[in-house]
């Protein structure tokens, strides 16, 4: 590896360095572990036997598997199998031990785990002690469907909906199962059903119901002690995510007063005496440990940073992925050691952020800025070419967490600024819930108004800035080039919704339930507001060069609604680069990802007077 990586650019080594993600254990056998890892070049499912020191490869599809779990008895590994990328397939299991898996169909001992079912999109899976499967499918034709599988029997239908709905889980002596679903039709704010096995109710939850404030609830998971029916449960009723202990059994609710600022949520301790807390604040976060009786908060020791990941083992160790803008991830203990080092070279560090707040339409927005260390006009000083790399979701937010793509901008000379605009997580259910009917516009008010505090502080070359995003980014962007088209001097698009009627029209079924609840309706009943937040309506004003990368089989950003944009960039006589790839909602193979941002490196200097990338 250290060959390979010698005399190759930083920005190459971060995405080809190896990463692990955090392992998930298996319940009954905690020295079973299942993590996703890019070793092989492309992202995969490895085991890991604790015991032993061993790993191996569990999957090898050519176009990656994220998806996977492990059975609690750590015998089975189940992971999803959907075609060159597309999200839609069928579940497959294999030994813990076993060799490779492939296609849906053959390849090393993998088969599939329930061949009753035909293929969907998923929609959640929970597995039981006793063998027991829930199985949760999404498809046009039929809507929801959950299914309860026991071993030999052919797979029962217990629930069926034509709004969206997952497994959240099943309770740990596999009697009970929860659903999150939107039958309220708000696929935002989703609501609690418990349900047996053969789907009866025992118990609902729903924070929509009778109100006028919207609240959603989502579903944390049940405590790890067999006959409990104490469900963990996330709620929004104070205007921020917290979580709550609702007793099924009785209808008892618990809201737990946890005194932190910003969203709090919440797992299990294994033996269900205290709550491993998740505090999210201003993009960065923490962990705590809650006791349940007694109501006492421990801070466990973590770095500053995100955290993407934690879980509490059987021995009391909390084990947690964590990163920072500057550090490149790693799998910790509270306990202060690294849990598992990736093989190979390690991903070279990148540049801390600075905070800026600024005052928008809505509200004070924040954004991470980072500034390049080389520059034309002196090193860590401005004015920068400026890449305002737009965040996904709409529902997330970008954080103090490490990423491979802003990193390679800095070492090219761009500063980097991320907006987390109205629509975002993690700054109060208000915010979040504030996208709706103007969809994109709303989000491109607060960009407009960081964009004005970037010039005007001496950060960035008003005539050198770059709208770059991917999926709800690259929308964003485009949207952002035909109605701000004075604004920026290139566009980068990644995935984008392009043509918004067109998209709902192909796109998988969850994400038109999410439209209807962000427009208030369909395109055939809102049909102008849906118009109103199309790139393609304002195709005809975009003056900067734009360049646009698809995926050929993108379930979530369908492919020919990109190219009816392409075709009108085309017919106006545009500026344009098109680049498409074998995949789906972007790639799980590392080079197809270095293939991609190569040429939108050099088509955004090109167009912003960068004859070369500065020396690194």
């Known amino acids: 590896m250290n060959d390979v990586m010698h ?22 056998a905690p020295h ?30 050519p176009h990656g598997t994220t998806e996977g779990t492990l059975s609690p008895d750590g015998e089975w590994v189940w992971w999803f199998s959907d075609t060159d990328g597309d999200e839609f397939g069928i579940w497959m299991r294999q030994p813990f031990a076993g060799r490779p898996g492939g296609s849906s169909t053959a390849g090393g001992d993998a088969e599939p785990a329930v061949p009753g079912l035909e293929p969907s999109y998923p929609a959640g899976i929970a597995l039981g002690r006793d063998g027991t499967a829930v199985i949760g499918r999404s498809t046009e034709a039929e809507g929801t469907t959950i299914h309860v599988v026991r071993p030999g029997a052919e797979p029962v239908e217990i629930y069926r909906h034509e709004q969206s709905a997952d497994v959240g889980g099943l309770s740990e002596d596999g009697t009970l199962i929860v659903i999150e679903h939107t039958e309220h039709g708000d696929a935002m704010h989703p609501a609690l059903r418990v349900v047996r096995l ?14 006028t404030e919207e609240s959603g609830l989502e579903c944390l998971g049940f405590a790890p002690v067999a006959g409990d029916a104490r469900l963990l449960v996330g709620h929004q009723r104070r205007g ?23 969203d709090v949520s919440a797992d299990w301790y294994p ?3 205290a709550l491993l807390v998740d505090h999210t604040f201003q993009a960065r976060s923490e962990l705590w440990r809650y006791d349940i009786v007694s109501g006492a908060l421990t801070r466990l020791e973590t770095p500053t940073g995100s955290i993407s990941g934690a879980t509490a083992r059987p021995s009391g160790d909390v084990e947690f992925l964590w990163s920072s803008a500057a550090q490149p991830p790693q799998v910790r203990s509270a306990s202060g050691s690294v849990v598992l080092e990736p093989p190979g070279l390690r991903a070279p560090a990148s540049i801390p952020v600075e905070d800026v707040w600024v005052d928008g339409p809505g509200g004070r927005v924040h954004a991470l800025v980072q500034r390049p260390l080389r520059s034309g006009s002196g090193a860590g000083s401005g004015p920068f070419p400026t890449v305002f790399d737009i965040h996904g979701g709409p529902t997330w937010h970008d954080s103090d967490a490490f990423a491979a793509e802003p990193a390679a901008w800095l070492d090219h000379g761009f500063a980097v600024v991320r907006v987390n605009y109205r629509g975002s997580t993690g700054y109060g259910r208000a915010w979040t819930d ?40 690259g929308y964003l962007t485009l949207l952002g080039l035909g109605t701000q088209p004075d604004a920026w001097a290139v566009g980068l698009a990644a995935v984008p919704v392009a043509d918004y009627l067109a998209s709902y029209e192909d796109e998988m079924d969850a994400l038109k339930a999410l439209d209807r609840t962000l427009f208030g309706g369909s395109p055939q009943e809102v049909p102008e507001r849906f118009a109103a937040s199309s790139p393609l309506t304002y195709v005809e004003k975009v003056q900067a060069p734009v360049f646009i990368s698809a995926g050929m089989n993108d379930p979530r950003c369908p492919i ?47 167009h912003v007077g960068m004859t070369a990338a500065p020396a690194t």
């Open 32 to 61: 079973r572990s299942l993590y996703v890892s890019n070793a092989s070049g492309t992202y995969e499912l490895y085991a890991w036997d604790r015991t032993t020191g061993t790993h191996h490869q569990v999957t090898d599809r």
């Open 7 to 28: 005399g190759m650019p930083e920005w190459e080594k971060r995405f080809r360095a190896p990463r692990v993600g955090l392992p998930e254990w298996a319940q009954d």
């Open 198 to 211: 053969d789907g009866s109710t025992v118990a609902e939850l729903d924070d929509t119901a009778g109100g």
């Open 271 to 273: 033996d269900a005496s």
């Open 240 to 262: 921020r995510w917290e979580p709550m202990i609702w007793d099924t059994a009785t209808g008892e609710e618990r809201e737990l007063v946890i005194d932190l600022p910003g």
């Open 434 to 473: 504030a996208l709706k009917h103007r969809v994109g516009l709303i989000e491109l008010e607060d960009i407009a108004a960081v964009r004005e505090w970037a010039v005007a502080s001496g950060l960035a070359d008003p005539a050198r800035l770059v709208l770059a995003g991917g999926s709800w980014g």
């Open 560 to 606: 020919r609604q990109i190219e009816n944009y392409v075709k009108r960039l085309e017919s106006l006589g545009k500026v344009h680069e098109v680049y498409r790839y074998d995949a789906g909602h972007g790639s799980l193979v590392v080079e197809e990802r270095i293939k991609e941002l190569r040429p939108m490196l050099a088509f955004a200097q090109r």
